[in-house]
């Protein structure tokens, strides 16, 4: 697998927010090995690849990553986009949202139930690369469902 400054670039920022948190292993697997795309499952329950927007909440919610753009799809996916988190200030139906710029690992690619053949990714991680909100830490990682 060719090594791009990005990639190079991520994999730094996924070791130093490791050494934070617990360790991360990834591993990649060539092209050729994957019959298919592994697919990040929507709110609605549709496998996508290379979204441009994900709702890591799935209800009307207060926080949502928007202008993602992609590196790299396979086993692991990495890029990069905004989170945007909503101030709730006064309220959350009257507030406005705030842009943190994030960088973005999908990760452990699994079977994914009631579509056979096809993977979903488990995981994905955040890593803060400029301001945060006051509640987050520099990176976190989240179990995605499968539905």
Known sequence: MKLTRAR???GAG???AAGAASAI????VPAAAASSPVVLV???GHGKVRPAVYDIGCMP???????LTWTSWRSVAFGSGTLKVND????CAA???VSYPILTVLWRA???PKHAGKDYFSRLTWIFTGKRPAHARVSQTFSLPAT
């Open 42 to 44: 929507n709110c609605a």
């Open 95 to 97: 507030g406005k949202y």
């Open 88 to 91: 709730c200030t006064p309220s």
């Open 14 to 16: 996924m070791i130093a």
């Open 110 to 112: 699994e079977a994914w």
């Open 25 to 28: 292993v990834v591993t990649a």
């Open 8 to 10: 190079a670039l991520l």
């Open 61 to 67: 919610s207060s926080e949502y990553v928007a202008g």
